[in-house]
């Protein structure tokens, strides 16, 4: 194995915030989108999980979580105090503590919110309210600084942005407006905005045992 190895899906946030590492921190690696309506079997074989992203190292370890790879490509990152830009000591407990807040309960009422029927019709009205809370409290920190914790990106923007995103665009779908204001508006455009995300939601052909390799970033 000459490279590690991610298996992701484009439009997953989880996959997006791994790739948005990777890219950051300049690490290159095999690309494997699939289809997670027919997931290959190399890939069911692989992850305990049967989510994306997954990363499989040269050595064959396997990482399963999102917030794992990101840490990870922290740690093999080439670039010069990248640890101290992007995890600095003295917001640890912070950062943590907001990622936290977004996997754990802004993801639970975004996904009954945008997919209501698949949660038996669950109360969309209800979801909504209550992942708006959210969004007005993180609209509040971006309006003292340009990212969560201060002028520079820390993780905690790397792995809360493509969940925002996630849910402006159910938002839109559902004819919704006034949902962002300013200060959250201008921090979601600012990563979407950057030179790097054509990169990053670049559209690999799915990948099967025989497909060729491909790689992430592309370029």
């Keep these: ?22 890219l950051i921190c300049e ?20 992850s305990k999980t049967k989510t994306v992203p997954i990363l499989i ?13 990101i840490l990870w490509a922290l740690s093999e990152s080439k670039k010069e105090n990248i640890k101290l830009i992007y995890l600095p000591d003295n917001k640890k407990e912070d950062i943590f503590e907001i990622i936290n ?20 019709n669950s109360n969309e009205e209800f979801h909504f309210t209550n992942a708006i809370k959210f969004i007005k409290r993180w609209n509040q920190l971006l309006s003292e600084n340009k990212y969560f914790f201060g002028d520079n990106q820390t993780i905690a923007d790397w792995s809360i942005w493509p969940f925002v995103r996630q849910f402006r665009i159910a938002c839109e779908s559902q004819k919704r407006t006034n949902y962002f204001e300013p200060s959250i508006k201008n921090w979601l455009d600012s990563f979407e905005k950057n030179r790097k995300f054509k990169s990053l939601m670049y559209k690999y ?9 491909n790689y992430f970033p592309s370029d």
């Design 57 to 69: 190292k040269k050595d064959n370890e396997v990482i399963e979580e999102s917030l794992e790879i």
């Design 1 to 22: 194995m000459t490279n590690d190895i991610l298996y992701s899906f484009r439009r997953c946030p989880y996959a997006i915030r791994a790739r948005w590492a990777l």
């Design 205 to 213: 052909e799915l990948w099967g045992p025989y497909s060729r390799k």
């Design 27 to 46: 690490i290159k690696v095999e690309i494997r989108e699939i289809d997670l309506k027919n997931k290959p079997l190399d890939f069911l074989n692989q």
């Design 101 to 120: 807040e977004n996997d754990n309960e802004f993801k639970y009422h975004l996904d009954r919110f945008k997919y209501s029927t698949r949660y038996h």
